[in-house]
């Protein structure tokens, strides 16, 4: 067999996992971290740069992606390998006669729409093959469009079609000996096979799919690199070269995001800072004191919060109803006219849960699970969403500080098909940098907050702010900070 | 009809109607429907309750006050400076302290039930003050003992004819509380009521939901709720 069994599952690694490796388990590497949408100064979507890097089995293709990807230091790069759009095969069709080398093996309709939906933007399933079965899984990993995306394996740039996707196109060019020897030694000792299995399978399938198939698509790349990831000045060439392309789409980091200008005075339309009653003051000052108890912050945050999706749910449509009072006489009403479901950004936005159900009677919720890393960049672990497909969605989070992980919150509502106009953001504290990056982003989105900050600090807490919300909530944490 | 501020001509202190938007639109329009079932009732006024008793509170004084947040800033807040406590006038006012104690925690309640006077046909304070059941010290127990030093949220849910409310001030007033400390919040106030409470006790603050049109000939507001204690405790015929 080819390069197929480097793993049986997809690898999808992000930038930050290359670094940091965290997430590993012990063998399968699986990361599907997302990633906030990628716009440009107008505020629209932008492409995301598709690279493909094609080459013979063993040839240094992944290594040379990983330092790729390490050296650009983008924050959203997904990398794909074509092992992973492999075709089940059928019943009649023995595995060890099969040529998994021969471009036939590949899904490259699956590929091209895969492909075409990450350049979009789109939440796209990636399949997982089964090498012990060699079949589909019937669970299926879930890729977020990406700044970055680069598609690795043999044949990516056999398919002409596919190659169009491409923005630049990369063959890894490494001497054949090399690839044998690395071959034998890795199917050898990693693997277990025999030495007269490993050279009847290169010298029956290997080699002749190498010279008829995938050396001749050498003349489609962009770029030829001679022996792989020992290239140090070739993968140096090529990252500058990838982040000039970058920078000329307009590829902007969110921290320079200019403000404009905007002060909490003159906030758009669809920002909704509530009134600054002595009331909502009062329990802002108990709730941001940091000699305030869990006690008295679970209630001061309750009471809050009621007020605040009271607030929410004033933006809901509604529409005329005339009732008939005990006393028989006619009231002209209203009542709201859609329906309403949430969707809490855990683990502070649970904190929001319990004022919301007693307000919203069975409401349905779903929940995201995104972890901000070191770097402040947002990562989605989890998302169990109801059905949410003609609801109005109410947002929990109670602060918005950079704006980065509710970014990804409505991203992945949107790649549920929730249109942005029916999306209420709710929370307790918002930096106005913070909601000018949602309202940036997202225009259509409502936003509502019972108080804006204007600072945010340099490790991005909202200033004066609150603290860490639901480490205060729930009365976890060493330190506040 | 209904929430029309402008049309009842008040020359008074102040009467905080909450602001009308389709959320408290929705709720009334839940609990004066003659066909909402009684656990709806509840529900949708303990929601409209909270509301009101926020807006109650936001009458009360508050000083300035500067905390230190955990990020170390400063923060310029208020704080709440005054003690405060509530009394319900029995049975409909009873339906508040559920409100009232969600907002305010620990809250210390007095009670106060009038009832009508069969002989004059007017309404009379039964309890705290009926000398036939109650000794001098256990009347004292249904106020609080301190009341004379607290701002009083008293609650009943209609403001008919004002009557009720009338004597519910003068055993407060009996009992010390200054009259412009008393913030009187009900759900639905008919304009004769208001006209009539008002130039009795001028400097008493009153928070309404909605201010309806009159009052009929058996003094029932039009287009109003019904009999709220018995739509919420269930004791409708």
New interface residues.
Partial sequence: MQDNNVSNETQLVTSTDVNNNNTTSNTKKIYTSGRPPWYDQQGKLKNPLVIGVCGGSASGKTSVCHEVIKALNVRWVVLLSMDSFYKPITKDQDPANYNFDHPNAFDYDLMIKTIGDLRQGKRTQIPIYDFKTHSRLARQNTVYGADVIILEGILTLYSKELCELMDIKIFIDTDDDVRLCRRLKRDIAERGRTLTSVIEQYNRFVKPSFDDYILPTKKYADIIVPRGSDNIVAIELLTEHIKGILKERGYVAERSMPIGGITAESLPANIHIMQD???I??M??IL????TNVG?FV?YSD?LV??II?EA??L?P?KE?V?????N????????DCKVAAVSILRAGSCMEHPLRS?C?GIKTGKILIQSDENKQPHLFYERLPDLSDSHVLVLDPTIATGASSQMAIRVLLDHGIPEDRIIFVSVIASLKGVMWLNYCFPDIKIVASALDN?L?ENG????????YSD?YFGTGVK?? | MSSSTTSTSTPQKEIVVLKSNHQVKGLFTLIRDRETKREDFIFYSDRLIRLLIEEGLNCLPFSETNVTTPTGATYNGVSFASKICGVSIVRAGESMEAGLRAVCKQIKIGKILIQRDEETARPKVTYPRNQIYISKEEEEDKLPADIANRHVLLLDPMLATGGTVAQAVEVLLERGVKEENIIFINLVAAPEGIRFFTAKFPKVSIVTGEIDSNLNDKKYIIPGIGDFGDRYFGTEH
């Fill in positions: 009653t002595n009331q003051k009062a802002h000052t941001r004191n940091k000699a008295d209630f009471r009621m007020l009271e749910l004033t809901l509604f109803k009732i008939t009072t005990p006393v006489q006619v009231y002209k009403g209203e009542q709201m307000i009677k600072e600090s807490y909202i200033l004066p702010g609150i603290g860490n205060r506040q900070l």
